[in-house]
């Protein structure tokens, strides 16, 4: 296939430019020149906010791996100095995530793009970035995509929401689309920083030390791609790692911290990680490969 990568000079872009390059043919989208690793593919020079540049972007194009967001959100009230600091607007996370994802997809229609792999986040629960500092209303550990979702930021919202748009645009357009719920992102450096400076666990961490490797999610969006056809038209998968980022086994942090979720555990052993990704397994054979734990 044809396939585009938006925000190709990221981080995440690199691991999916190499997973995808053996077999398929790349267009590279990206606001700043890819490195040099990737000088030899087409680079579209454009942003997300312009419907035009999208346009150029999706042309002859059969797939989108769709990499390309605001990570954290900059209205935020405990984050906004930190916005100003960078020169982002309060308004970044909206229009960057919602609608460079909507003119991303208006593109799409337009070129005739027949599938769509996009980078969510777990943060569509809404069980970080709280702004009300009030408790994740947790149903059931492990969480698996039946959970109910309750975004309160605009990072957590759009990610959720653009699951929601992806839908209609599947329905409304036929283009098959999916979405991965991707945890805290690990290369090998961080991995290799996490082993060496793990201390054990003093409080409760509402991100529930949930971690996947950069190659995993990489792993991940080609499979979904690749078997588009084998698959429901829209769907969204959790994607992270089988173990937390804790040193203690997980039953063991829920006893000390959160006894009160106690009655909500079904079935957790070891490290296990409280978020499932059965349904990504189950969906394309794909397995987390990457661990932290003997790092040296």
């Known amino acids: 296939m044809r396939v585009l990568v938006t925000a190709a000079n990221g981080k995440l872009g690199a691991y999916v430019i190499r997973a995808l390059a053996p077999e398929h043919d790349l267009v590279l989208f990206a606001r700043h020149q890819p490195p040099a690793e990737f000088a030899a593919y087409p680079w579209v020079c454009g942003d997300l906010t312009s419907l035009d540049d999208c346009r150029r972007a999706v042309q002859g194009v059969d797939a989108i791996q769709h990499l390309a967001a605001q990570p954290w959100p900059t209205d935020h009230p405990q984050l906004r100095s930190q916005a100003e600091a960078a020169g982002l607007a309060s308004d970044t996370t909206f229009r960057t995530n919602m609608l460079g994802l ?28 709280r702004i009300s500092d009030t408790p994740f209303p947790h149903a059931f550990l492990p969480i698996d995509e039946t959970h109910p979702t309750y975004p309160e930021d605009s990072y957590s919202f759009t990610k959720r929401a653009g699951e929601d748009l992806l839908a209609s645009y599947t329905r409304a357009y036929g283009i098959r689309t999916y979405v991965t719920r991707i945890a805290g992102i690990f290369p090998p450096e961080r991995r290799q920083q ?16 949930s971690w996947v490797g950069s190659e995993d999610v990489a ?78």
């Open 102 to 129: 909507y003119n991303l997809m208006q593109a799409a229609v337009e070129a005739g793009v027949r599938t769509v792999v996009m980078a969510g986040s777990n943060c569509a629960l809404g069980h970080g970035f």
């Open 194 to 209: 996490h082993a060496q400076s793990v201390t054990p666990v003093t409080a409760w961490n509402p991100w529930l030390w």
């Open 219 to 296: 792993a991940a969006h080609r499979a979904l791609m690749e078997a588009a056809e084998d698959l429901p038209p829209h769907d969204v998968y959790f994607l992270n790692a089988d173990d937390t980022l804790a040193l203690e086994p997980t039953l063991e942090l829920i006893e000390r911290f959160r006894p009160d979720l106690l009655p909500l555990v079904r079935a957790i052993d070891g490290h296990a990680s409280l978020m499932n990704c059965n349904k990504l397994k189950s969906a394309t054979g794909w397995r987390h490969q990457t661990t932290w734990r003997d790092v040296r």
